[in-house]
């Protein structure tokens, strides 16, 4: 018990002299550290991310060599989600679109596309929306038996789909990752 007093009373003299030895020309380098930013981040390896693009619904699309796009959700939505038990996806050969609405006095664009399937975790459900306007040439099959692969690699092997690039002028207007982290703790704060 006198401990916790002589505790207080130092950690309460303490904090109402710190501003007089900060003056003192030998302490005033020392200053508390900045704080330091712990929420969520992208979290993927700089070579899968280097080509990442994303929207403001996290979702990802990444160019292939062959010019299509694979997409997915990215490790922000993932984690809002939780575990994901079922992941319902489009078929092969529908065909997605991307309208845009630039509102140019605002200097922001806002998007309309098309929903494309949905995520169901054992939190939430999460509709998916498709980044650009194209064709969908590919499912990821592995998903049906193992949703969680959403979770373990969002960016590798829990792709989603992969669609033809219709209109590549539309990747102009996605997010790189930089401006998608600045979006993330946009939202966050």
Same mark, same amino acid.
């Given at each position: 018990m006198a401990a916790c007093v002589?505790?207080?009373s130092f950690s309460f003299n303490f904090s109402t002299v710190w501003p007089l030895l900060t003056r003192s020309p030998l302490l005033s380098t020392l200053r508390p550290a900045p704080k330091a930013y712990y929420g969520r981040t992208l979290a993927?390896?700089?070579?899968?991310? %280097? @080509?990442?693009k994303f929207t403001d619904k996290h979702e990802?699309?990444?160019v292939e060599d062959n010019g299509t796009g694979t997409v997915g959700i990215s490790n922000f939505a993932q984690e809002a989600l939780g575990d994901v038990v079922y992941c319902g996806?489009?078929?092969v050969g529908t065909q997605l679109a991307q309208q845009g609405m630039k509102f140019s006095s605002w200097k922001y664009v806002l998007f309309l596309t098309d929903e494309f399937g949905a995520l169901e975790s054992?939190? %939430? @459900?999460?509709e998916l929306y498709s980044p650009l306007t194209g064709e969908v040439v590919e499912v990821n099959t592995l998903l049906a038996d193992n949703p969680g692969l959403v979770n373990k690699s969002c960016y590798k092997d829990g792709w989603l789909m992969k669609m033809t690039i219709a209109k590549p002028a539309e990747l102009d207007a996605l997010m790189d990752e930089a401006a998608y982290e600045r979006y993330i703790h946009s939202i966050e704060d």
């Open positions: 002589l505790f207080r993927s390896s700089s070579r899968l991310s %280097a @080509a990442l990802w699309v990444r996806l489009p078929e054992v939190k %939430a @459900a999460s």
